[in-house]
């Protein structure tokens, strides 16, 4: 059987050049907003597309501590604070579009270089950020990634979730299932009409009582919050079911 370690840095290697991308059309999205389009409303409720893009930067410099931690061995805090990190936000949304899109930049540059600095080895290494399990230092980079992803549709300048590389979002889904098993959670069977995958929501005890079907980008999008369920299909027909905050 193969050690982890190789495994480990072979997915962090694909991770990295998926951020690059992911990052690029990031830039290419933000790159002519006005100072007024960056105070404007983003999709997500009480942010601006200031916000987003604020939080997408404090993101990435949270994230490159983390892999501080798995290269030196330093417990190296992804925040001080939540209440750190929503400050930063806060005051950092209103600032001019141009000091928005230089500091995204500069820190997923910075996040990319701390990311080149981590031996294979690293990557195994196990961290934990301000919420949630501890993960292994590759996993890091899967967060990055699905940060990019979520909140550029969350700017809502023309990039939507039929825009998702189709392997984020069939791995997205993969993964967000299981922040939907609680008691609040709908009994529900999620069928991905591009791969023919299926997932389970809800009570693991409960069995389904409603079949949804559709792309995997449209059945994330509607189970993380980013869309009202357009281009799913209910079995029996009838209303989606409403599910609980990603």
Request: glycine share 8%; aromatic share 6%.
């Amino acid at each position: 059987m193969n050690s982890p370690v190789p495994d480990a840095a072979a997915k962090a290697a694909e991770l990295v050049q998926r951020i690059d991308v992911a990052t690029a059309r990031v830039l290419a999205t933000v790159a002519r907003i006005t100072d007024e389009q960056a105070r404007e409303p983003s999709a997500l409720p009480g942010w601006s597309r200031g916000h987003v893009l604020t939080h997408l930067s404090r993101n990435a410099d949270g994230l490159a501590n983390l892999l501080i931690w798995a290269r030196t061995g330093v417990v190296t805090p992804q925040y001080p604070s939540m209440e750190v990190r929503d400050h930063q936000i806060a005051t950092g949304a209103d600032r001019p579009a141009r000091e928005l899109i230089v500091d995204f930049a500069y820190s997923a540059t910075a996040f990319g270089s701390e990311a080149a600095q981590l031996r294979d080895v690293d990557w195994a290494a196990e961290v934990s950020g301000i919420r949630g399990a501890p993960h292994p230092a590759w996993y890091t980079l899967w967060r990055r990634l699905s940060e990019l992803e979520i909140h550029h549709v969350d700017l809502d300048a023309g990039y939507r979730p039929v825009d998702w590389p189709p392997e984020f979002a069939r791995e997205c889904l993969q993964r967000a299932v299981s922040s939907f098993a609680g008691p609040d959670s709908p009994a529900a069977l999620l069928r991905v009409a591009d791969n023919g995958a299926e997932y389970r929501i809800g009570p693991p005890e409960q069995a389904p009582t409603v079949t949804i079907t559709g792309p995997s980008h449209a059945l994330l999008a509607w189970l993380v919050g980013r869309s009202d369920g357009g281009g799913l299909t209910a079995t029996p027909a009838g209303p989606l079911p409403s599910v609980p905050p990603w």
